[in-house]
Structures are given as structure tokens and as C-alpha cells.
């Protein structure tokens, strides 16, 4: 079994989030999903999973701009091993 290779990273402001789960079916890689968790406001909030690639199109679909999009430079890490 290999190991999930993440080429991004998305850093979710949940106090934000009003848990319209818009997100969930937009991601590509289906790294998104709503967990048990809940903000103030007693909405569910996404939590993500490994293997994010940094496309942003949970930062686009997202009305509360819960999302930001960040992208590992992957030749840079390949160097670094």
C-alpha cells in the first residue's frame, strides 16, 4: 500500500463556515469531508484529509471564504530527500 502524496494544503477558517458542505462534492482528489465538529454557530465544518492537491476549488464553490489554497513545491521537496 503507498502512501497518500499531498501536493497541497488548504487551511479551513471554521469559526466562518455555515456548513453548506458546497465544498465537499468540488474537491477533485474527495479529500473533503464534514466532520462531527461544530463552530459556534453549531454548523459542521469540512475536515481534510490527506492528499490535498492545492487546486483551490474548495476556495472557489466556498460563499464564506472559509478557504486558504496552498501548493507544495514539489521539485523543491523532491530535492530535499
Known sequence: MS???????VVIA???CKGCELCVPACPPRVLLMSDT????G??????????TGCGACLL???DFCFEVYRYDVEALACAD
Open 3 to 9: 502512501a497518500v502524496v499531498s501536493r497541497g494544503t
Open 14 to 16: 471554521a469559526e466562518r
Open 38 to 41: 461544530r463552530n459556534a454557530i
Open 43 to 52: 454548523a459542521r465544518v469540512p475536515e481534510l484529509l490527506p492528499g490535498c
Open 61 to 63: 464553490v466556498c460563499p
